[in-house]
């Protein structure tokens, strides 16, 4: 028996939250005693098929197929499950990602294996087989008992440190293929930024909201951005407006994020904004209205106006780095 | 071509959530229950591709899984502009038993686009539409954030970790859908709850399905520590204090 991780990479290289991945099914298996096995899709370079036994998979398994340049969850699917019949693997863990969420239902049915989604800690017992998640959109969590032979997991982003754990490492290259039957969607069109901080991979995150008072105001935030090497994200009636893309909307119908540090600058901390980013490590307010319900989920705050406040933080950002 | 939104049916998303029977149970008390905001997003794209005529779409139904007790929430949608309503009749267990449920019954009666939410607000799941998919056999894209109908043949984008596809897919097809499908969810205009009343809701028995997980029991978060406050004037001194207290940088 084996805890079977699906790697992703991003431009050929293995994604931060592959290695979160891999951490965190080490300690799963620990507690199964079991090994765990990283299954990897797609082009990644020759350099990086190792790096998973760092954190303690034993087996990488890539499977190269030219054919298979974008997702397709029927493709995916039987790709994963054969790899997972043939290992025998009684727990299955993918990201609670874009591709996690279009695949592991999908593998939850084929593999006829129960599924909790979003976790975010080890599971609570193994024998039953316990896991604690999030539910009501943060407000609250729940114990789920998955009762099926085989168990699937998606691990929420940042939820779980990198932890290493080097192991002695075999990589097969599986010359598995996707079945031409099942590939039946055809992506015409790809935009992909480049070289910028995945928000959901962000380590800090710097997030505007309509306090900002216009898209002409941002220059100082995104300064603050560049300085610590942080993602930038807004509230949705800032995306709503235009004022900056749509992808970088935070919240409940937003990205769900879990940074070590979110700046929430001109947030009033609705509970749909909350959702997405109630389980960042520290959260900092930046509000003019000291009553507003940030602060409740702020560990540090500033009550004032965010446009006189951004470039003293820029300033003293900048005065340490340059030390 | 026809197109089916399922729908779940959640606490209004401002709820404050409390748990009774010794945290084993929700309690229902004053809950206001809603569409689940994808679902209603997806309800309104729907509405508006029948309402271009070039899309050709005849109908658009809405699924529930669910006791009679949702019917509110199915007549909202139907006020809202569905065509008509399919229920089954069950207090599903898990996702499982609601993609399942929703599986026979789509068997012997299919729709050309079957739209799910990414998630459910209340068990934050985002595990029914593909399961549904796998199912049904069916080719699913997901976190789809617009869908079009070019030709006759279903377009859709899908929001990828740093960027966006352009996806083409034969129907029948699943989409689960995310931000974007639609701008502003529709409300239900006067007209629309008036002929609501009279739209059919067709109801089916539940077949026996066994959920795969069951939940054990709740638990509130713990509360966080008193928020910290730095005097605007001094504001460098946060920088100070995140670098060697939180020491997150
Ligand atoms: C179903 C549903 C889903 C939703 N999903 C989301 C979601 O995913 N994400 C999301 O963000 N919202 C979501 N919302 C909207 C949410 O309810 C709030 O309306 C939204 O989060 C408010 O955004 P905001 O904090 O930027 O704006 P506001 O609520 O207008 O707050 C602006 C804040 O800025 C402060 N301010 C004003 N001027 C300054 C200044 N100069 N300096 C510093 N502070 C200043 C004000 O005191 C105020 O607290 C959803 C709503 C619904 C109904
Ligand atoms: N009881 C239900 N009846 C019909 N559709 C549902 C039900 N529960 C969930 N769904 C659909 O599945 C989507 C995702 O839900 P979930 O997988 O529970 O997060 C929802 O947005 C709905 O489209």
Redesign the interface.
Known sequence: MSVLVFL?N?DGRF?KLSFELVSYASKVAEMLGEEVVALSIGQVDASELEKPALYGASKIVSIEDGNLK?????AY?ALIAGTANQLGAGVVILS????G??????L???L???????VSRLPVSVNPF?V?????????????????PVKIL?LAQNSFELIENPKPVVIEKSTAQADAQLL???????????G?I?L??A??VVSGGRGMRSADNWGPLLEMAEL?GAATACSRPVSDEGWRP??E?TG???KIIAP??YFAIGISGA??HL?GI?SS??I??INTDKDAPI???????????AL??LP??V???R??KSK | MKILVCISNVPDTTTKVKFVDDLRKLDVNGIQWVINPWDELALTRALELKEDASNAVQTVTVAHVGPASAEPTIRKALAIGADDAIRVNTDPEDAYVVAAQLAEVLKADPYDIVLCGIESSDHNGSTVGGMLAEMLEYPSVSCVSSLRIENGQPVVSREIDGGKETVSVPAPFVAVVQKGIAKEPRIAAMRGIMSARTKPIRVFEPKAIEGLTGVTGYEMPKPRAACKYVDADNAGQLIELLQNEARVF
């Open positions: 992703e991003w994604k974008a997702v397709d969850e029927q699917t609670n990602n874009n591709n969420k279009s695949l592991a239902p999908r939850s049915v084929r006829k294996a129960g599924i909790a989604s979003g316990v604690y998640k999030k539910v009501y959109s943060g407000k609250a969590f729940s114990n789920v008992e998955i009762k099926t998606t039946k969607t055809r992506v015409t069109e790809v935009e992909k930024q480049t910028k995945l959901t991979d380590d800090i610590l749509h992808g909307h409940q119908t937003g070590n540090l509970i749909q959702a109630s490590k520290y900092v307010a602060f409740e989920a702020a560990q540090y705050g500033i009550v004032g106006d006189k406040v003293k933080l300033e003293k950002l005065e340490v």
